[in-house]
């Protein structure tokens, strides 16, 4: 059967696992695949362009250096100030940061960093910038964000219409510690591993051969 929906994918897991009472345990099967997938995929149709929802804002705060990133964020791809001319941030670690930009100094923002900022008690992905900004710069923000997990509310999928196998294969993988087949998590690990493997090996091939590149969200200066 061909898989191009979130009830099309549970009810093959279903019919692999040759099981009928595992309606609930295959939605977290599935979920569980979904994380691994955004671990271990950079894909050209993750990378999301942001100018608007930085710390909820479309341009920095004088003086305020740090800012939540966007929901779904997984990794930075490219990140400038949309100034005249373009100003490229450049990341550095938190170490780094700590030491050069520890004070209060102001100024146009040269680096960034990401730091984990705890300070409402949950734990929030952050940009921080170097130095804190002096003034309401807009940003263009390049990043991976992950595939939208599937759902009531999204039952399908450009990653799923063109990959079932993945999502298939890792459900699979998921399933059987949980029913006890040890044996066979191996069979579905081999088969994973070469589809996401032939999965990124293509994508990567396709940014340097003039194929276009889908992104998630239009907008600023890329």
Excluded at 33 to 48: D, F, G, K, T, Y
Excluded at 109 to 123: D, E, K, M, V
């Amino acid at each position: 059967m061909a898989i191009g929906t979130y009830a099309e994918l549970q009810t093959a897991v279903a019919n692999w696992l040759d099981r009928g009472d595992l309606t609930d345990r295959i939605k977290e099967f599935i979920g569980l695949a979904e994380a691994r997938m955004n671990r271990v995929l950079r894909l050209q149709l993750m990378v999301s362009i942001d100018t608007t929802t930085l710390g909820g804002a479309s341009a920095l705060v004088a003086g305020t250096r740090d800012y939540a990133l966007p929901s779904g964020y997984l990794q930075m791809v490219d990140f400038a100030l949309t100034t005249d001319p373009i100003t490229p941030l450049s990341y550095i670690t938190p170490e780094n940061m700590n030491r050069m930009w520890a004070g209060s100094q102001l100024g146009i923002p040269r680096a960034y960093t990401i730091i984990s900022n705890n300070s409402s008690g949950t734990p929030v992905p952050t940009v921080r910038f170097g130095p804190s900004p002096a003034g309401a710069y807009t940003y263009s923000m390049m990043f991976y964000k992950k595939i939208e997990a599937l759902g009531t509310g999204n039952t399908t999928e450009a990653m799923l219409t063109d990959n079932p196998d993945i999502y298939l294969y890792g459900a699979l993988m998921e399933a059987e510690p949980f029913l006890m087949n040890d044996q066979r998590v191996q069979l579905w690990a081999t088969a994973y591993k070469e589809a996401v493997t032939n999965l990124q090996e293509q994508d990567n091939k396709d940014r340097h051969s003039g194929s276009a590149m889908r992104v998630m969200n239009t907008g600023g200066y890329f």
